[in-house]
């Protein structure tokens, strides 16, 4: 093996480098043609899409995942900002709820967005290293257009699905949350001055049982009968 391919040693500076990189072209690319490269969202078609398995997005580090990784579980799904005056209530009380509540198949999807008075301006990196701070547990996925021709199509589905007061499909704000149920199918649409903590009680029933010790005592052997 060659000198260079030995070389392991870490290059802060370099790995720095390469993260401004980075969020120069997200930004750029933002500028262009909205969050998340949707470039053909008049393409858009409800009927594609049944649940919210059928979806796929990028996660906070850029990968393609499938939100089928939901089925079976209870999602609240949230467009999120990381300088908004609801943010250090609701990311603490999202991490609270799905660190108690994880074990019985609760999860938290959330979705940066930077329509909102300008109120998550960074990039993917700058959000991670954000939520990193803020000892976030909960599913972080890239900077997303929750509104207009740039919206993704998952919250184009969500807002059809489950709308605003009278009637609105338009998200108002930031953390505007959408209940899931196990089906994949949006129950219920929350405001963003709705706490997570109020939402707790209604979703706490749907969520699989929770365990007792005797769940994980193993049965005892049979004896077999003396004659």
């Known amino acids: 093996m060659s000198e260079v391919e030995n070389n392991t040693t870490p290059n802060p500076a370099g790995d ?3 993260e401004k990189k980075d969020c120069e072209q997200q930004q750029q690319q933002e500028t262009t043609n909205g ?41 609240l799904v949230v467009n999120v900002a990381s300088n908004c005056g609801f943010t250090k209530s609701n990311y603490q009380q999202l991490n609270e709820l799905y660190e108690k509540y994880e074990s019985r198949g609760f999860r938290v999807a959330a979705f ?25 547990k909960f599913d972080m996925y890239s900077k ?6 740039n919206a993704h199509p998952l919250y184009r589905w969500l807002k059809l699905k489950q709308r605003g007061i009278f009637g609105t499909q338009a998200i108002k704000w930031n953390f505007t949350k959408f ?16 706490s997570p903590n ?9 969520l699989d049982p929770e365990k007792t010790s ?8 049979e ?5």
């Not at 005797?214 to 052997?221: F, G, L, S, T």
């Open 214 to 221: 005797d769940d994980d005592q193993q049965p005892a052997a």
């Open 144 to 149: 997303i257009d929750v509104n207009g021709s």
């Open 16 to 18: 720095e480098k390469l």
């Open 179 to 194: 209940l899931i149920n196990k089906e994949g199918q949006p129950i219920k649409r929350y405001s963003p001055t709705t």
């Open 35 to 75: 969050s998340q490269q949707i470039t053909n969202g008049d393409s858009f078609k409800p009927e594609d899409y049944k649940s919210l398995y059928d979806f796929t997005v990028k996660d906070i580090d850029g990968n393609e995942v499938s939100l089928s990784k939901y089925e079976g579980k209870v999602v």
């Open 223 to 227: 004896q077999p009968n003396s004659q």
């Open 112 to 136: 940066p967005c930077n329509q909102f008075a300008g109120q998550e301006p960074g990039c993917d990196a700058d959000i991670k290293e954000f939520a990193k701070k803020n000892n976030v």
């Open 198 to 206: 109020s939402i707790e009680s209604e979703f706490k029933s749907m």
